[in-house]
């Protein structure tokens, strides 16, 4: 929701107050006035869009409430809300690491200092 209020406020306080159209110059390169513009030499056409930033952005925060449905949809495993559960996968955690240090014994891996 931010991204989106980020972007309302960028486009309405920065995008839309961009100047566009064109802009006289003189032969010296000099900016003229409105009232000067017949005698300009050349003329600079400004046209602001969206840039590949902008555009990155505005993809990454439509993919994001994408990751947040698929959130909401996803379950979590039944471990983090059954303590029985939690305490079985816990005593099945230790006898693996016991198990393990058994076999690094074995195999002469374990060194004392």
């Known amino acids: 929701l931010m991204a989106i209020n980020t972007w309302l406020t960028y486009m309405g306080s920065c995008v839309n107050n ?3 159209g064109f802009v006289p110059y ?7 006035l409105r009232e000067n ?8 056409d400004f046209n602001w869009t ?8 505005i993809i990454a925060t439509f993919l994001k409430i ?3 449905v698929c959130h ?3 379950p979590t495993p039944s471990i983090t809300r059954n303590h029985a559960e939690q305490v079985e996968y816990e005593k099945l ?8 240090e058994a076999l690094q014994v074995e195999q002469g891996q374990i060194f004392e200092a």
Do not use: K, P
Request: proline share 0%.
């Open 26 to 32: 003189s032969a010296n390169g000099e900016i003229l």
């Open 50 to 57: 969206e840039g590949t930033g902008l555009i990155c952005l």
């Open 72 to 74: 909401f949809l996803l």
């Open 93 to 100: 955690s230790q006898q693996d690491s016991d198990n393990d």
């Open 37 to 44: 513009a017949a005698n300009a030499l050349n003329y600079l």
């Open 18 to 20: 961009f100047y566009d």
């Open 66 to 68: 994408v990751d947040i």
